[in-house]
């Protein structure tokens, strides 16, 4: 609280509105469990990088090769972000300026194919991501898509109909990745593929890129030619995305984003990245990725105990996807039901049941915020305990109210350094 205090004092004076409304996220974030898999809580430092002197400055270009004048430290600045993520990924080239994850995709998409290109990618409702070609996405109208799936029996990729597609549809790249699949991917097996019918490989990890750099899961970096993702997932930093890649896609790479995508580059993003690449050199940060998929794992184990079926059986990283069609269910009711208790989770498609995105039968459960706060498997019981509380008796106020209270204890013994 004082943090928050003095930080925004100024703020507080010129725009009490916008003071206010950010005092009152602080103290949400602060008083709620975050279950968001897309989600985590940054440091103080990512904050203030976020809002440090280089939002400032206009710097359209790269390091050396700037169309605006003042940018040495800006120069200085990106360069130690692009080396810490090389290092940190083992990448032979990084692109650190992309807006987000969705940008990273794009300039990627358009630095090796043109439009109508051909694309073999996971399925928006088994697993896969908008960006990814689907209809609602522009890249589905850019390019010719053609999707694979889940094996229905297992709920995890089948690699065989990846590979049936992949000869039949002769993409010209194809990506691996996904927004809302718990388990490890087959990275060399797509690889083969892609060579075998003389595809470029793309995969996107924007969920997993800090249990990657962690070493809590295996790495698609040195066999893919293109690796994108974002860093305030399982990497503990700001917004923003990230293109790695074999060093002789480079140049077409960085036209790509600049002038191809976007234009100037936001700095004091690029700062939160290198404070992020950064932290996750540290020695601990792979206890703490360890940590987030044994937090998973172990929520996942307490929910089935109550009777929950986990999709594909379980988790290899950060997340559950949790099927609750057994508990008559759908995922938007469970969501805003576990909301009033304090508990923030996602509704999500699970695989077999279609493209329903409105009202799914699934949630979609991440612990990388619980972990960053310290919390472990005990923890993770406790939390399981909470959400069958409240989903099996919605219908009692005053027993959501003691979960309620309960979550409060839970934030308290377990604080966010900045919330209020």
């Known amino acids: 609280m004082e943090w928050f205090e003095t930080f925004f004092s100024q703020l507080n004076q010129e725009d009490p509105a916008v003071y206010r409304l950010a005092r009152q996220e602080a103290h949400r974030l602060g008083h709620t469990l975050d279950l968001i898999a897309a989600e985590s809580l940054p440091s103080t430092s990512i904050l203030l990088a976020q809002g440090s002197p280089f ?9 050396d090769a700037r169309f605006h004048a003042g940018c040495g430290y800006v120069d200085a600045l990106e360069t130690l972000a692009i080396d810490r993520a090389k290092t940190l990924f083992g990448a032979e080239h990084a692109n650190v300026q992309p807006h987000s994850g969705v940008l990273a995709n794009l300039a990627v998409y358009f630095s090796a194919l043109r439009p109508r290109d051909r694309i073999l990618s996971m399925k928006l409702s088994h697993g896969g991501h908008l960006s990814h070609g689907d209809r609602a996405s522009m890249t589905g109208s850019c390019f010719e898509v053609k999707h694979y799936g889940v094996n229905f029996e297992t709920e995890r990729i089948d690699y065989e109909e990846v590979e049936k597609l992949a000869r039949e549809f002769k993409p010209k790249m194809i990506v691996a990745g996904a927004s809302s699949y718990p388990r490890v991917i087959d990275y060399e097996r797509f ?6 019918v003389g595809a470029y490989l793309m995969v996107d990890m924007a969920h997993i890129a800090g249990l990657v750099s962690g070493h ?48 100037t580059p936001a700095i004091n993003m690029v700062a939160a990245k290198a404070v992020c690449f950064g932290r996750a050199l540290k020695g601990d940060f792979p206890r703490i990725q360890k940590q987030i998929c ?27 996807l949790v099927d609750l069609r057994d508990k008559n269910l759908s995922g938007d009711v469970a969501e805003s039901v576990l909301e009033s208790v304090g508990i923030i989770t996602n509704r999500n498609v699970i695989p077999s049941q279609g493209e329903n995105p409105r009202h799914p039968s699934g949630l979609r459960l991440g612990t990388t915020a619980l972990t ?33 209270g309960k979550v409060t204890e839970l934030c308290q013994e377990f604080p966010v350094p900045w919330a209020v």
Request: hydrophobic fraction near 40%; glycine fraction near 12%.
């Open 372 to 404: 960053v706060r310290g919390m472990k498997e005990t923890e993770m019981g406790g939390i399981a305990e909470l959400i069958d509380t409240a989903l099996t008796r919605h219908d009692e106020p005053l027993t959501l109210k003691r979960a309620a």
């Open 191 to 196: 690889a083969a593929i892609a060579r075998d």
């Open 294 to 320: 044994a937090n998973a794992a172990a929520l996942g184990k307490g929910l089935e105990e109550r009777g929950y079926r986990l999709v594909t059986g379980g988790t290899d990283n950060h997340l559950i």
């Open 55 to 63: 939002a400032v400055k206009a710097a359209e270009g790269y390091p």
């Open 216 to 263: 809590a899961i295996p790495s698609p970096v040195t066999v893919s030619d293109f690796v994108t993702f974002t860093t305030y997932k399982t990497l503990l930093g700001g917004r923003g995305g990230v293109i790695l890649c074999k060093q002789k896609y480079a140049s077409q790479v960085d036209k790509s984003v600049f002038p191809g995508c976007q234009g």
